[in-house]
């Protein structure tokens, strides 16, 4: 699929800006829970190098979705290990949904208060391109699959040896979930949950339309 510049762009501004977010917030999360592992190895940072991954950028840059370095966590340091790892892992997903809904009352200001023209334009392509990836990025990490995020906020739910037992297999379900995401397996279900996801976030916003309309 051939990308036009503006969405490189946008897909390079949120390689350097929501990805570091994410983890950050993972880092953060786990260091308030109890668990100093990533904050002393200094991944509790915004800086995008601090989590670098080479394959997961190029899969966000190429593809819209894509992932950085996992965030180092020790579940022995929560006084819960199994919900402190849930609640740091949720801290990723629910990071790319804030700045989502952010990027969307931005574009929706563009919108009404300078409208469609010269640089305006540009940017309300970047904000409305910037809330679809961010929700991308949301759902991808919420996939019940090892090692993405889902995996470890759903394990509350599973028995502990069931748990450890699947995990034991993280690697050969992660290759094996990508290679359905690039035959297109999970394509239909994931852009009806994002324009779920969309709708929703629209309608949380839908007070400042009015209000827009109201004083214009």
Not at 84 to 111: D, E, H, T, W, Y
Not at 139 to 161: A, E, H, K, T
């Amino acid at each position: 699929m051939r990308l036009n510049p503006m969405d490189l762009l946008t897909r390079l501004i949120v390689l350097l800006t929501a990805i570091p977010v994410h983890e950050a917030a993972h880092a953060f999360v786990a260091d308030r829970l109890g668990d100093p592992t990533a904050r002393a190895m200094g991944r509790l940072s915004l800086n995008p190098m601090r989590h670098f991954d080479l394959l997961g950028s190029f899969c966000l840059l190429v593809a819209g979705v894509g992932w950085a370095k996992p965030v180092p966590i020790d579940p022995r340091n929560f006084r819960h290990p199994r919900s402190g790892m849930a609640l740091s892992a949720a801290a990723g997903p629910i990071s790319n949904l804030l700045l989502a809904l952010l990027s969307l009352i931005a574009s929706k200001v563009i919108f009404f208060f300078i409208g469609l023209r010269g640089v305006s334009y540009g940017l309300l392509l970047f904000f409305s391109g910037a809330c679809q990836i961010n929700i991308a990025l949301a759902i991808f990490n919420l996939m019940p699959f090892p090692p993405f995020d889902g995996s470890r906020i759903y394990s509350v739910f599973l028995p502990q040896r069931v748990y450890f037992g699947v995990m034991r297999y993280e690697r050969y379900l992660f290759l094996a979930v990508m290679v359905l995401l690039l035959l297109g397996v999970f394509d239909a279900p994931l852009q009806a949950i994002n324009q779920l996801v969309f709708t929703g976030l629209d309608f949380l916003t839908r007070w400042l339309d009015l209000f827009f309309v109201a004083i214009h």
